[in-house]
């Protein structure tokens, strides 16, 4: 009788994912295309905004920030969901362990990002509300814009680091070289009872994905009623120069309305499958996993999608951004030609220093042939000696 202390045949068996063909082609074909985009997009959108300080300073701070937090999504996505599939497509064990390695740390900084971004939106959306509602009210809201745009971001980090510490990665000695070598698991924190109910599915669902979602569609419900309602009287009552600035802001509440849509676009999914999870996570589980399965993949789609329109609705909606960004993209094409045009004012300014200067002395020479308007432009001294040779001639001709 021997002793076997191999494993069961069964113990390193690799279930292939459902669906994996369909979803390869819809994560990493087609996700990892918008997710480049939307890096590519929304680095060059921050870097435009965060250049000039009345950017910083007025309400295109929240879609500066928001550009920068869209940078971390779309650039998680790919080493997070397109590589996820891609090594259960090639069935490649170094993909699998890089993808262990990273995994914790970077789905917690990708949901911080997006959580951010949430109340990012939900914040620059209440600005807006208050501005078209009550813009009696909005200097206070501009005076605390940072502070609004740093607790958005904070509340942002507190729902979400918890996610750090919800995973335990397994390590499977005996299964070591194949595809079942590390296995994922829930953590005991997230598996205790009053964590998940309380913290995971009632205060961080409702606070994250809910109340964000059901308060930017009531609020910009409200602004779209407001703007109908006055849009007649911008050029019909206001003078000119307030109909601009008016009109100006109309095309910033617009902008904001077309990113708030596409927020909400890309979140009613998300919001029904989370409702469903409330109701009937059997349900959902078993007799729709297909509509599951893909759900999180297409959820996950569509937050990209929402973060690479913003600079495409931003150029379509504020004229005064699509300029600027017509000038920023010339000078990072032709990065010398700033300089040179910088080098002529410079010297135009130093020219017209010196004249200013020449101008100066000669008035305080007391220059007789300046005030005539003569064009005589010598130096004082010389047309002092000029003055006393004519008055040598002048005393010998009458000798």
């Not at 740390?105 to 509602?133: C, D, G, K, Q, W």
Request: aromatic share 12%.
């Amino acid at each position: 009788m021997t002793n076997d202390t191999s494993p069961p045949e069964d113990s390193c068996f690799y279930q292939t994912p459902r669906f994996l063909t369909e979803r390869f082609i819809l994560v990493t074909v087609v996700g990892t295309s918008i997710a480049i985009v939307g890096v590519i997009e929304n680095v060059f959108l921050f870097f435009m905004l965060a250049r000039k300080r009345d950017h910083r300073n007025s309400h295109l701070l929240y879609l500066m920030l928001l550009a920068f937090f869209d940078v971390f999504v779309s650039g998680a996505y790919i080493p997070l969901m397109s590589f996820s599939l891609l090594l259960d497509y090639v069935e490649s064990v170094v993909l699998l362990r890089a993808w262990f390695a990273y995994m914790v740390p970077m789905i917690t900084i990708s949901h911080i990002a997006m959580t951010s971004s949430s109340f990012l939106i939900l914040a620059a959306s209440f600005e807006r509300y208050i501005n078209t509602v009550m813009p009696n009210r909005m200097r206070c809201l501009k005076k605390y814009r940072r502070q609004i745009a740093g607790v958005a971001v904070v509340l942002g980090v507190i729902t979400k680091v918890s996610l750090a510490f919800e995973f335990n990665i397994t390590f499977n000695a005996e299964c070591v070289g194949t595809m079942s070598e590390y296995a994922l698991l829930l953590s005991p924190l997230a598996m205790d009872h009053h964590y998940n109910l309380v913290w995971r599915l009632w205060f961080r669902n409702i606070l994250t994905i809910l109340l964000p979602f059901f308060a930017l569609a009531f609020m910009n419900m409200r602004i779209v009623a407001v703007l109908q309602k006055t849009d007649f009287e911008l050029l019909t009552v206001q003078k000119l120069s307030e109909a601009q600035r008016k009109s100006r802001v109309r095309a910033a509440t617009r902008t904001l309305l077309l990113v708030v849509f596409m927020y909400l676009f890309s979140n009613v999914l998300n919001v029904i499958v989370t409702i469903w999870e409330y109701i009937d996570m059997n349900s959902l589980s078993i007799d729709f996993l297909p509509f599951y399965i893909f759900s999180v993949d297409i959820v996950s789609l569509l937050t990209i999608l929402a973060g690479a329109l913003r600079l495409p609705i931003y150029l379509t909606c504020q004229p005064h951004i699509r300029k600027e960004f017509a000038d920023y993209v010339k000078m990072k094409l032709h990065p010398r030609q700033p300089q040179v045009c910088q080098q002529r004012v410079q010297s135009r300014f130093i020219v017209a220093g010196r004249t200013a200067q020449k101008n100066v002395g000669d008035r305080l020479h007391g220059d007789p042939d300046k005030d005539r308007g003569g064009a005589d432009q010598a130096p004082p001294f010389r047309k002092h000696r000029n003055r006393v040779g004519s008055l040598v001639r002048l005393l010998r001709k009458h000798q």
